[in-house]
């Protein structure tokens, strides 16, 4: 039960944190961030202004040219989804070839305690290696666990 209420607890401050920074780029107090604001907010000068407006693009899912505090909370969160499964492709590929064999994946579960059978295993790895070249790169594994 506490590790419920502490995931809760941990969502919420996640939550608030996104709020913050959601506040902090909406300088007008609108709700919405403009692309305008969204580039105050990055202030990267490596960034060029079409890669920002894709990226703007990317988090505006209504296309309304505004990004929502929904829209962007989803953006963040997705983005850190992605770095978590970063750091996972990272431990099932300790050899850094970038690739993962249905192998290394089955004795990385094993290490780990999965609770998938073999057969299932198989059945998520066969998913991923849409090509059937018998190995799951980075960006397989990546387009499978967001879709």
């Known amino acids: 039960m506490a590790t419920g209420a502490a995931q809760v607890v941990q969502i919420r401050k996640n939550m608030e944190e996104l709020k913050i920074k959601f506040e902090s780029g909406d300088k007008d107090g609108s709700g919405k961030i403009s692309f305008k604001e969204l580039k105050e907010m990055i202030k990267d000068s490596s960034v060029s202004d079409d890669e920002l407006q894709g990226a703007f693009d990317a988090i505006d899912i209504d296309a309304n040219g505004w990004i929502t505090i929904t829209e962007f909370c989803e953006a963040m969160n997705k983005n850190s989804l992605r770095n978590n499964l970063a750091k996972d492709f990272k431990t099932m590929d300790p050899h850094g070839k970038g690739t993962l064999s249905l192998e290394e994946a089955w004795k990385v ?17 066969t998913m991923a290696d849409r090509d059937g070249d018998g190995i799951i790169t980075y960006k ?3 387009e499978v666990l967001t879709l």
């Not at 094993?110 to 998520?124: N, P, R, V």
């Open 109 to 125: 579960a094993e290490e780990y305690g999965c609770l998938l059978s073999h057969e299932e295993l198989e059945a998520a790895f």
């Open 140 to 142: 397989k594994f990546i």
